[in-house]
């Protein structure tokens, strides 16, 4: 990271999310600003863009805020310098069932796009009958 900031316009040109969403993931506690400008704007880094990023891939894939939180904490001790080995463990663990959670949420919308596409095929099909 260069130490600049970021004003939240070029937060969301860099995230593709809402300037509204950014200011609702601050309000419910999952991605703060690092700093405000002498006039009151959010002042954003690369490190808040990065989470930022995370939360927006979580978001297709149904998890709660809770479930957000907890990930983003374990994400954070675990890049933490002082996190001891035996919380270190502790949190790879719990990483662990998310990783699983997310495999198995990805299935699911695996099949739904399957299921998807099989229906956008029927009705070409069923177009081209009453093109012809």
Known sequence: MDGR??????????????LRTIRHYED????????RSQ???????????????????MKPLDFTLEEMRDLLT?????????TDEATR????KRLAVYRTLVEERCAKIRTRLSDAEQFSAELSTELRKHRA
Not at 5 to 18: C, F, K, P
């Open 5 to 18: 900031h970021m004003q939240i316009g070029e937060v969301a040109d860099r995230t593709g999310l809402s």
């Open 28 to 35: 419910v506690g999952l991605a703060l600003p690092t700093a």
């Open 39 to 57: 006039g009151g704007f959010r002042l954003y880094t690369d490190d808040d863009v990065a989470r930022l990023l995370v939360i927006k891939r």
């Open 74 to 82: 374990i994400l954070d001790e675990l890049q933490a310098a002082d």
């Open 89 to 92: 463990t502790d949190l790879a």
